[in-house]
């Protein structure tokens, strides 16, 4: 039973102390949505140390009739050479029925090509806090980045 116990200590303690190993300084391009909030954004992401970073989206959503802005803290793992996987919270506002205000979280799986091309796929719960926005919209998106 220590055994067990000591090999699963050291496999969760390991999971932990993973660091993702190529996180660009900056990367900036498209997201392309789906589900309730479909439309598009231009996407900047800056590496703020070790395995962190700040996500900003400005775009058009909700088929392009709305303007959205979001703003996204993430932490970046590494799942295999050059894929990682991430997950953060944050919040936004959206020009939906006047302006609202929304909380967001996001998980997703990116990959990085030799050249400077991040490709991630993304699921962002985003859920209305003030403003004409209520309950929850989901919002999966593909974005294509360049790194610099």
Not at 7 to 20: K, P, Q
Not at 90 to 118: C, K, R
Request: hydrophobic letters at 40%.
């Amino acid at each position: 039973m220590k055994k067990i116990v000591l090999g699963f200590s050291l496999l969760v303690g390991s999971i932990f102390t993973i660091n993702a190993q190529e996180i660009s300084d900056n990367t900036i391009g498209l997201r392309f949505g789906g589900g309730n909030g479909a439309g598009g954004e231009i996407s900047y992401q800056k590496y703020l140390g070790e395995n962190n970073r700040l996500e900003i989206n400005l775009g058009l959503a909700n088929e392009f009739t709305n303007f959205k802005a979001t703003g996204l803290y993430e932490w970046v793992w590494t799942l295999e050479d050059k894929f990682n996987w991430y997950a953060g919270a944050g919040g936004g506002v959206v020009s939906a029925n006047g302006t609202g205000v929304y909380a967001a979280g996001v998980v997703g799986l990116e990959y990085n090509f030799d050249a400077p091309i991040l490709l991630s796929l993304d699921y962002r719960p985003e859920i209305g806090i003030a403003g004409g926005l209520d309950g929850l919209n989901s919002d999966i998106a593909l974005s294509v980045r360049y790194q610099f």
